[in-house]
């Protein structure tokens, strides 16, 4: 939108604003109906005055109505009236792209006919759009009628600067006729044959001006090339009215109510203006010399300049490239020549030479022939000479020393039997075969012979695990003595000689025996186990809540034997390795059985002494241990100490582990019982933690060492009948075997413990034991593992128990405390210790401080004989008892020392308040 003055009305730029100032030319708005003619030559109708009811319309800014110089054809066909007028109503004028040219001798009468004076336009009463021709139809036929528009002359006039442009468009129209004559003028006096200086120019989408520079007088050639420029001139001048004429109906049907349309037609104006002022500047520099070149023209001369030297240096280009290729063609014919001549000569050295190969391949031939048949006679008679030259070698006992010749004799031997085998046409074959086959005997003979030797001299020492096993290149005899072994098992086994494997069996039966026996000594695992448990004689004290009576337990892993089955495993598997070299595949399976078998047995005889050797106490401990480390060897062994086709070659192994297994079943079914059965009677004197609850709970946490091995194990075990618990709640809420076991065997132990403290006759002894038990029981499952297989709902219940135990132990000291209390009974007189009490009064705070005083004497030296295993737990009963009976204590003694109630004060308070405090700190010593 262009910029608005304060009027509200839309200000057009200084040269617009003059132009439309100083033009003249009104604006006809009538619709014309053209057939290759103008519809009205008439001047324009005067502009009528504004309608009443327009008033509104006109107070609001118009929108700019976009404007186009009149239609080319129109002005030409309207070129000799006095008129200038512009039609913008609606055309039906057809669209066939251009007029027809004009013929030559109009254009010169035309153009030697002195332009009319422009007449100024006389005022028409009635509107244009009141008289509007009716519109032409499409195919030529009649014209249908047009409604005229409604206040189309008050939307005018509301719009005065629409009115301007309009008038700038009549004038810039004017002027092209006046150019146009000016240009017909000019052809005239070419077709007349008079010579003048013309400027030719055309324009084709944009403008491209060519400044021909010749005169070309009368030439008609010249002046068809004008007139056709011209004719394409007045087409896109025709179309460009056309638009304009579209765009002011098109905004007198929307009764130009909106500031875009102004905008849109002040931006036509403006472009119709400076269109119009370049061809003025064109015409001014044909027409007037001296005027300098526009600069439009002179960018394009300068592009046409540059254009026609690229193609100046293109043709260049090109005549070098036409040189070149003209050299090219010349050097390929030379090449073409050159081959032809080489083709014929290699035709003739062709000629010579195939007679030459044909003669040398035969001799070729023949030269292949004649070595094939010395090497087969030369191969016939080596093996023919085999008797004579290792008849003495294979004859010779074989040594260690020197076995090489033997076995090599042997190999050739063999290579003989199967080349005269292969030959049997040839002469004295047969029985050089023979011959040969006694000499192979013997050499197989004599290596046998060596191996057995060395098997029995090496193969049965005795070598550590540690030399052998994981050593790389190491094997289980002597390096010496297996290098000649596995240099001449192939040859033997090769010559499907195995005499010998049964002595080498033996030998390594013996030494891997003699080296599974040397490795349990040095392990310690023959020697009688030393578990580190000790036999307990004798009454023990517990020590402290956190281990109960003293006891050393099995340590998981301790046992000897248990690094001997590891060592065995390792030499077991070194062995396989070094038999799979020594014996053929058909023989492996008994040999390899002959040399292990014996040791595994040793190893189940170790392993059975030293379980069956240690602390009973123990031996369910040590049972799993060993249970565990076969558990995890098993499949180890089991591939080891097997034979060709899978089948086990030793099944000592698995019977120990079986009988293992069912061992472990029993303690564990067995373990509860005992638990249940213990003796109600055997309980501590002094109300400590029993020594069955110490064990019981030891057994319990070393039983989580094996946590992985009980819980594939328990499922099998008929341990839930066993024993009679009070409670099965716990067992179902447990999440695994081991946690389910667990609450059977505490829930036993529970039963237990309440079973051995209805044994005590006194209560105060009995709630200590109860006290110390249970305190135990939770102390040992919150400070270890169990308490992530035990569910926490037993352990509170456990809890509870210890509380309960507590309190009752506590509520022992009523029997003291009831002394200390006055039951209503005003015993201090008001007068203070002038009072006099009387008899029945003084004879009563006498029997309450004697009583209390044996009541306390009785308590406390009982309390000096119990034990109380947790130090906290002891500490805690002792402050929880004083603050219950020193408060007390203090205030019936204040109350009654200065009572004159004996004369013997001291012989009844016997103990201060700091005293009695004393003797309650002596409790559980």
């Not at 003025?280 to 960018?299: R, S």
């Not at 565990?628 to 070659?649: C, H, M, N, P, Y």
Request: some cysteine; overall charge neutral.
């Amino acid at each position: 939108m262009s910029p608005r003055d304060t009027t509200g009305q839309t200000r057009l730029s200084p040269p617009l604003t003059a132009e439309m100032a100083s033009s003249s030319t009104s604006l006809d708005f009538s619709t014309s109906s053209q057939s290759g003619s103008s519809a009205s030559s008439g001047p324009p109708p005067a502009v009528p005055p504004l309608p009443p009811s327009s008033a509104a319309s006109a107070a609001r800014p118009a929108p700019a109505v976009p404007a186009r110089p009149p239609d080319r054809a129109q002005t030409r066909a309207t070129a000799g009236s006095d008129s200038s007028s512009f039609s913008c109503g609606s055309s039906s004028e057809s669209e066939s792209g251009s007029e027809a040219p004009v013929p030559a001798a109009r254009s010169a009468a035309r153009a030697r006919a002195p332009a009319p004076a422009r007449a100024p336009p006389a005022p028409t009463p009635t509107p244009a759009r009141a008289q509007a021709a009716p519109r032409e139809s499409g195919d030529g036929g009649q014209a249908t009628p047009r409604t005229p528009r409604k206040h189309g002359w008050d939307i005018l006039r509301s719009h005065p600067k629409l009115s301007q442009a309009a008038r700038v468009l009549n004038r810039s129209a004017s002027k092209i006729q006046a150019d146009r004559g000016r240009e017909d003028e000019s052809i005239g006096e070419a077709d007349s044959g008079s010579e003048s200086y013309t400027v030719d120019y055309s324009y084709s989408g944009s403008r491209s001006w060519t400044d021909e520079g010749e005169r070309l007088g009368s030439s008609a050639e010249a002046a068809r090339a004008r007139r056709k420029r011209r004719e394409r001139r007045r087409a896109q001048l025709t179309g460009g009215a056309r638009q304009r004429s579209s765009i002011f109906a098109s905004a007198l049907d929307h009764e130009l109510k909106s500031d875009a349309w102004l905008a849109l037609a002040q931006g036509q104006v403006k472009q119709e203006l400076s269109l119009t002022d370049k061809l003025l500047q064109e015409e001014l520099y044909a027409t007037v010399p001296g005027t300098p070149m526009p600069d439009h023209m002179a960018a394009q001369e300068a592009a046409l300049a540059e254009l026609e030297a690229a193609v100046a240096r293109d043709s260049a280009m090109l005549t070098s490239f036409r040189d070149a290729l003209g050299r090219a063609k010349d050097a390929a014919g030379n090449l073409r020549s050159g081959l032809e001549a080489v083709e014929a000569k290699l035709d003739v050295v062709e000629s010579l030479v195939v007679p030459i190969h044909t003669v040398t391949s035969q001799l070729q031939t023949t030269h292949a022939n004649l070595e094939a048949t010395t090497e087969l006679l030369e191969e016939a008679l080596a093996h023919y000479a085999v008797p004579g030259e290792l008849a003495q070698v294979v004859s010779q006992p074989a040594r260690q020393e020197r076995y090489k010749p033997v076995v090599r004799a042997v190999e050739r031997i063999d290579a003989a039997l199967a080349f005269f085998g292969a030959h049997p046409e040839y002469a004295d074959a047969k029985a050089t075969a023979a011959t040969l086959r006694t000499m192979r005997a013997k050499g197989l003979e004599n290596v046998g012979e060596m191996v057995a030797r060395v098997a029995t001299t090496s193969c049965a020492k005795a070598r550590l695990a540690a030399e052998y096993v994981g050593v790389e290149g190491a094997w289980p005899v002597a390096s010496d003595a297996a290098s000649l072994l596995l240099d001449v098992a192939p040859a033997l086994s090769g010559a499907r000689y195995t005499a010998h494997e049964a002595v080498l069996a033996s030998a390594r039966r013996t030494g891997l025996m003699a080296s599974l026996k040397a490795e349990a000594v040095a392990l310690g695992a023959d020697a009688p186990a030393k578990s580190g448990s000790r036999r307990r004689s004798g009454r023990r004290r517990a020590r402290s809540a956190e281990t109960g009576p003293h006891v050393h337990w099995y340590t998981k892993g301790s046992l000897p034997y248990l690094k001997l089955v590891q060592s065995f495993l390792g030499m077991a598997e070194a062995e396989r390795e070094f038999a799979t070299r020594l014996f053929t595949l058909d023989s492996f399976d008994a040999n390899f059985k002959t040399v292990v078998e014996a040791s595994v047995d040793y190893l189940v005889e170790v392993g059975s002494g030293a379980v069956a050797r240690s602390e009973e106490s123990m031996r369910p401990l040590v049972t799993m241990d060993v249970v565990g480390v076969l558990s995890e060897t098993f499949v180890a062994f089991a591939s080891v100490l097997r034979g060709v086709d899978g089948i086990g070659l030793a099944t000592g192994l698995s019977k120990f582990m079986d009988s293992l297994n069912g061992a472990l079943r029993a303690w564990l079914t067995s373990f509860v019982a005992s638990v249940a059965s213990h003796s109600a009677k055997q309980v501590p004197k002094d109300g400590t933690v029993s020594e069955h609850t110490a064990n019981t709970l030891g057994y319990a946490r070393a039983l989580l060492d094996y946590e992985a091995l009980l819980q594939s194990r328990l499922p099998a075990v008929s341990w839930r009948e066993a024993g009679e618990a009070s409670g099965s709640g716990e067992a179902r809420a447990a999440t695994t075997p081991l946690g389910e076991y667990m609450c059977k065997v505490l829930r036993t132990l529970e039963d237990n413990i309440h079973a051995k403290a209805r044994s005590y006759k006194v209560d105060s002894l009995r709630h200590i034991f109860l006290l110390n038990n249970f305190h135990y029981i939770v102390s040992s499952v919150r400070s270890s593992g169990l308490a992530s297989v035990v569910p926490g709902a037993l352990v509170g219940e456990f809890e509870a128990q210890e509380a309960r135990a507590r309190e009752k132990y506590q509520r022992t000291w009523d029997a003291a405390m009831t002394h200390l209390l006055d039951k209503n009974l005003a015993l201090k007189a008001s007068g203070g210790e002038s009072a006099k009490l009387s008899k029945s009064d003084r004879e009563n705070i006498k029997s309450r401080f004697s009583k209390f005083n044996a009541e306390f004497e009785a308590i406390t030296a009982a309390a000096a004989t119990y034990t109380v295993a947790d130090p906290e737990l002891r500490d805690a009963l002792k402050a929880e008892s004083k603050e219950r009976l020193l408060p007390l204590y203090t205030q019936f003694v204040a109350r009654y020392r200065d009572v004159s109630f004996t004369k013997n004060l001291y012989k009844y308070l016997k103990y201060m308040p700091e005293t009695v405090a004393e003797k309650m700190d002596r409790a559980f010593a």
